[in-house]
């Protein structure tokens, strides 16, 4: 069955520093896509960062990368140059490629606070 | 924009009284999902639809219905709202780059 774990439910982190969410997955599929949300006080939830099972290269976007290691199924967020307007939950899914629906599964998620 | 809207967008109900959600997207898209979302589980599939009259359940479903006859809607059901269902709802569709999820504002629904 897939997985998602995240075993930080809470962080903190100094206005301009970098922080790693961390995220582990289970799954059996051979192909898979992760993903990584943020989602603010105000509630909604904002699509950040996709890496594919098969991509090369970890992923990146802006200040968001995804460190990847296919072997140790982990798919950690790294912010660089955290701002005030990261403190947010920050949740890790997962999609299986081979299901018919795009079935996503999601994390408990990490709650970042950037303190200035 | 993904175009998704949620109806109501709050709500206060007593339990054994029945509840409808609608969700509403302007995008066509074929996958539609029903998420609640509580803390310390994250976000939880009830139902999924992938088209008109097709619906599936997810791994949270028991107490939940749903229902989609418009490519545009999809309605979820409490047919008798208990207080475990008090949650948040999301709805979701699939689309983008990655066919990643673009998600609607969410309903807080209160069941006393």
């Known amino acids: 069955a897939q997985k998602i774990t995240q075993t930080q439910p809470g962080m903190f982190v100094q206005e301009k520093e970098a922080v790693t969410l961390d995220c582990t997955y289970d799954?059996?599929?051979?192909?898979?896509?992760l993903f990584w949300y943020k989602q603010p006080s105000s509630g909604e939830m904002i699509f950040l960062i996709y890496?594919?099972?098969?991509?090369?290269q970890n992923a990146t976007e802006g200040r968001y990368s995804l460190n990847f290691q296919k072997a140790r199924k982990s798919a950690n967020l790294v912010i660089s140059a955290s701002q005030l307007g990261d403190s947010a939950m920050y949740f890790c899914?997962?999609?299986?490629?081979?299901?018919?629906?795009?079935?996503?599964?999601f994390g408990p998620g990490t709650s970042l606070s950037v303190i200035p | 924009d993904a175009g998704i809207t949620q109806s109501p967008r709050h709500k206060v109900t007593e339990t054994g009284t029945p509840v409808t959600l609608r969700c509403h997207q302007t995008?066509?898209?074929?996958?539609m999902y029903w998420y609640r979302q509580d803390p310390g589980h994250g976000l939880r599939l009830i139902h999924y639809?992938?088209?008109?009259?097709?619906?599936d359940k997810g791994e949270v479903s028991d107490g939940y219905s749903v229902s989609r006859s418009k490519t545009e809607d999809f309605l979820l059901t409490l047919e008798s709202a208990t207080s475990s269902q008090t949650s948040v709802y999301f709805c979701?569709?699939?689309?983008?780059?990655?066919?990643?999820?673009?998600f609607g504002p969410g309903t807080r629904l209160t069941v006393l």
């Open positions: 979701a569709i699939s689309g983008g780059f990655y066919n990643e999820q673009f």
């Open positions: 799954t059996s599929d051979p192909s898979y896509g």
């Open positions: 890496q594919g099972s098969y991509d090369q």
């Open positions: 899914a997962m999609r299986e490629e081979e299901t018919s629906y795009d079935k996503v599964i």
């Open positions: 995008e066509n898209h074929r996958y």
């Open positions: 639809s992938y088209g008109v009259k097709d619906t």
